[in-house]
C-alpha cells in the first residue's frame, strides 16, 4: 500500500497557522480579514461548498460576508454587487461561486473582481501573471496551490522531475503545469485527445488527476513508485450510502494504491486543501491592505 498523503491533516496544520496570523493581525491594527462569497442560485454543490468555506472563516477568524442572489439574477445586477464589494474596506477577499447561471458571461464577472480581492486567482490579469515565471501573481489559484502544498509538506522534491497532468481546465490542469513548470518539474499536459493516455499518464513520476471523470485512472497508468494527487471530486450512485452517492476521485483508488508510492484520498485529499488556500490567500490580501506584508 502506497502512503496516504494525508490533505485533512494538512489543511487542518495550515488552518491553524492561518488562525495564530489572524490573531497578530488583529493585535496589530485591530481589524480582521474578510471574504465576501457570493452564491448565485441553490446548486445543492456550491450552497454545500459555501457552507464549508465560510465555516472555516468563522473558524479562524476572518470574517465572512455572504450574498445570495437567485438563479434569475442579471448580469448587471452580479456586477454591481461585485462593485460594491470591490469598494467595502472590510472586504479583502471576493469568491463568486462557479459555475454560473448559462445566462451570465462568467468571464466578464471574473474580469471586474479587483485584481487586489481575486483570492480565487481567476482574474485574467492574475492568470496572465501567473504564466510568466518573473511576474509573481498577486494570487495563486486555491486547488493548483494546494497540489504545490501537498506535495512540498510530504517532502515530494519536485525539481528535475517528470510531471504529468492529466486535463487542462483554467482552474486547474493549466495553473497547477505552469506551477509545476516554476518548480522546475518536466511537464507534460495531456486531455481527452492525447493519443495513448495510459503510456504517456505512465511517464509521470508526479500524476496529477484533474479531468472530472470518475475512477478513470488504472494502475497500468501509474508509473510504479509515482507521486499520485488526486483533484476529482466525483458523485457516483452508491445504494448503500444514505443520501445515495459517494464521491470517488479522478483515480481508480483500490486498483492504484498498490502501484503508487504516495496517493492522495478523495475526500480527504485536495478538496481540504483548496478551502485553506482560500484562508491562506485572503489572510494575505488583508496583510497587504493593511500594510503588514
Ligand atoms: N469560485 C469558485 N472557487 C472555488 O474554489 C470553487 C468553485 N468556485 N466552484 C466549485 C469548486 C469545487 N471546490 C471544492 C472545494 C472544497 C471541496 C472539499 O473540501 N471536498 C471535501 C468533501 C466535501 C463533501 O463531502 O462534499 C473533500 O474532498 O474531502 C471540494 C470542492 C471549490 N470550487
Redesign the pocket.
Known sequence: MAKLIDG?AIAATIREEIKVEVRKIEASVGKVPGLATVLVGSRTD?T??VR?KRKACEEVGIESFHTELPESVSEEELLSCVERLNADPAVHGI????PLPKHINEERILSAISVEKDV?G?HPVNIGKLAMKSRTPRFVP??PRGCIELLVRSNVSIEGKCAVVLGRSNIVGLPVSLLLLHRNATVIVCHSKTQDLPSVCRQGDILIAAVGRANMVKRDWIKPGAVVIDVG?NSIPDASKKNGYR?VGDVDFDDCKDVCGMITP???????M??AM?LRNCCDSAKEAFGLS
Request: neutral net charge; aromatic residues 8%.
Open positions: 485533512k456550491s454545500t461548498y464549508m469568491l463568486v461561486q462557479l480565487d481567476f486555491c486547488t471530486i464521491l478523495v475526500p480527504g485529499g485536495t478538496g481540504p483548496t478551502i482560500l
